[in-house]
C-alpha cells in the first residue's frame, strides 16, 4: 500500500489550499484516514481524521476553517483548507488505516510529506 499526497504550496493569510491523499494497492478495508502536520519547535499534532462512516474530527485551532472528506471508492481523503493563518505553517502527512485481508490486521500507512507555507 502507498499514499500519495499533493496540494501544498506558499500563500498568504487569508487564502486556501486543497490537499489531497490517494491511497494505492491491494486494500481491503479502509478505516480512519486523515492529516497530521509537522512545525517547527511542535509535536507532530493531528489536525483532522474522518472514519469510513464518515465521522470527522478537527483541531480546535481550525475548526470551522478546515474540512475533512473521503472517497471511500478511490480511497481519497482530501483537506479543504481555508482563511489560513502563518501558525498553519508546517509539513502535513496524510494517513490511512487499512487491513489488506480479511484475516490481517489493520495497520497505518502515511503518505509522504507536503509543505504548506502561509506567510502573513
Known amino acids: 500500500v502507498q499514499l500519495q499526497a499533493s496540494g501544498g504550496g506558499s500563500v498568504k493569510a487569508g487564502e486556501s489550499l486543497r490537499l489531497s491523499c490517494e491511497a494505492s494497492?491491494?486494500?481491503?478495508?479502509?478505516?480512519?484516514m486523515g492529516w497530521y502536520r509537522e512545525t517547527p519547535g511542535k509535536q507532530r499534532e493531528l489536525v483532522a481524521s474522518?472514519?469510513?462512516?464518515?465521522?470527522?474530527t478537527y483541531l480546535d485551532s481550525v475548526k470551522g476553517r478546515f474540512t475533512i472528506s473521503r472517497n471511500n471508492w478511490k480511497h481519497t481523503v482530501t483537506l479543504q483548507t481555508t482563511n489560513l493563518k502563518p501558525e498553519d505553517t508546517g509539513v502535513y502527512y496524510c494517513?490511512?488505516?487499512?487491513?489488506?485481508?480479511?484475516?490481517?490486521?489493520?495497520?497505518?500507512?502515511w503518505g509522504q510529506g507536503t509543505q504548506v507555507t502561509v506567510s502573513s
Open positions: 494517513y490511512a488505516d487499512i487491513a489488506q485481508a480479511y484475516n490481517m490486521p489493520t495497520r497505518r500507512y
Open positions: 494497492g491491494f486494500i481491503f478495508s479502509n478505516n480512519e
Open positions: 474522518v472514519t469510513s462512516a464518515d465521522t470527522a
